[in-house]
């Protein structure tokens, strides 16, 4: 019975985004949401100033750019998506931007991928609640609303966009984990599949199968929620409709993984994910891989626990002409495998959803070691 508290922690209760606007050319739509809120901050006489964080592949690009409603006085943050975002790397643009005059902006803008809506994420809360971004990585540990924050996604299938988490690595303990709070969930989307056009293909099939794979652990799982479920299946579906067509990338794919991306991401709020998560978040921590690549990697190991899932994902990759790397730990000593080991079964919440309360009977460091020498 005492166990059974690993699994409860209030997913139950779900708080959804506020509001969203999907559609070809949605992107015209952010200056409107941008201004309302340098309106209602000017009639506070507070600062109508707004903090944009843009994936660095954006900038330069003008012609995108123009369309934000930016104005002087902003604040526009390139991320690079080079690295996940680190706790450590979280602080230094939050004391930055503090120390710039941004303590209260009337808005936080996120246009990018999962790296960089999250960092938009982290970085609205800890402006509001202060200290530092590793004090928060838990669950329901944030006390007080972030600074209102806007979404534009720009590659599909975290789910990021709609989940009340943003994933941090915190270097000096390892631990790969979010701030999973109410708080966290983005107050506006703006939802434009024609802004997913220009993603690379093999970028496009990772991001994306990263939500066919959380709607696989979370239908999989023994906490089970039945919106969620819901929810579940038909991200699976529209995985399906999209990495089982000849075009992938077609416009109607596009939107239709934008789609799965959002719903993927509301079926993992009101659940936990299983084995997949916690190995990639090893193959992260340990080996610096993304997570949806590294997702990916796991996934293609893993037969022995998901083989129905392993079966269609090695078809939807054949079928897309995606190769998935190989040989990942080639070359790892026992110190590397123990320290993938560590980074991974620390995940005890999604690693008790998937095999119960036995699940480190189950992974034992040399069953744990065999499925890393798989990839
Ligand atoms: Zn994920």
């Known amino acids: 019975m005492m166990k059974k508290s690993t699994l409860d922690t209030g997913v139950r209760k779900v708080k959804n985004v506020d509001s969203f606007h999907f559609g070809a050319g949605s992107l015209d739509q952010l200056p409107g949401y941008v201004e309302t809120r340098r309106t209602i901050a000017g009639e506070q006489g507070k600062n109508d100033s707004v903090v944009f964080v843009i994936d660095q592949f954006f900038q330069g690009r003008d012609e995108i750019l123009a369309r934000l409603g930016t104005k002087a006085g902003d604040r526009i943050e390139f991320v690079s998506t080079a690295l996940e975002p680190t706790t450590d790397g979280i602080d230094r643009l939050v004391s930055a931007l503090i120390a710039e005059g941004f303590q209260e902006p009337a808005a936080i803008v996120g246009m990018g991928g999962g790296i960089t809506m999250d960092t938009a ?8 609640n202060g200290g530092n971004a590793a004090q928060y990585q838990g669950w329901d540990l944030v006390k007080v609303p972030g600074i209102y924050k806007i979404a534009v996604p720009t590659v599909s299938g975290t789910g990021s ?19 999973n709070s109410d708080h966290t969930v983005f107050d506006q989307l703006v939802l434009d599949p024609e ?39 038909e991200t699976i579906q529209l995985c399906r409709d999209v990495f089982l067509a000849d075009d992938m990338m077609s416009p109607k794919s596009r939107e239709k993984m934008m789609v ?7 079926a993992i709020a009101t659940s936990y994910v299983g084995l997949v998560h916690p190995f990639s978040a090893g193959l992260s921590v340990v080996l610096g891989l993304h997570h949806c690549v590294a997702n ?80």
């Open 161 to 179: 966009e709609a989940t009340r988490t943003c994933v941090m690595i915190n270097e000096s303990t390892g631990l790969k984990l979010g701030m």
């Open 296 to 375: 990916c990697i796991v996934l293609q190991a893993m037969e022995e626990f998901y083989p129905t899932a392993w079966a269609e994902f090695s078809a939807m990759a054949r079928l897309q002409k995606i190769s998935i790397p190989t040989g990942v730990c080639a070359g790892l000593d026992r110190a590397g495998f123990e320290a993938l080991y560590r980074a991974s079964v620390m995940h005890e919440k999604p690693l008790t959803n998937a095999l119960g309360d036995d699940c480190m009977a189950i992974l034992s460091f040399e069953r744990v070691s065999r499925i890393f020498q798989k990839m």
């Open 260 to 266: 799965a991306s959002y719903l993927g991401g509301c």
């Open 195 to 233: 802004l997913t056009s220009t993603v690379p293909r093999n970028q496009f099939f990772y991001s994306g199968m990263d939500a066919y794979i959380h709607s696989i652990e979370s239908l999989t799982g023994s906490y089970r929620n039945p919106v969620g479920d819901a929810y579940s299946r």
């Open 121 to 128: 994420k982290a970085v609205s809360n800890l402006l509001t």
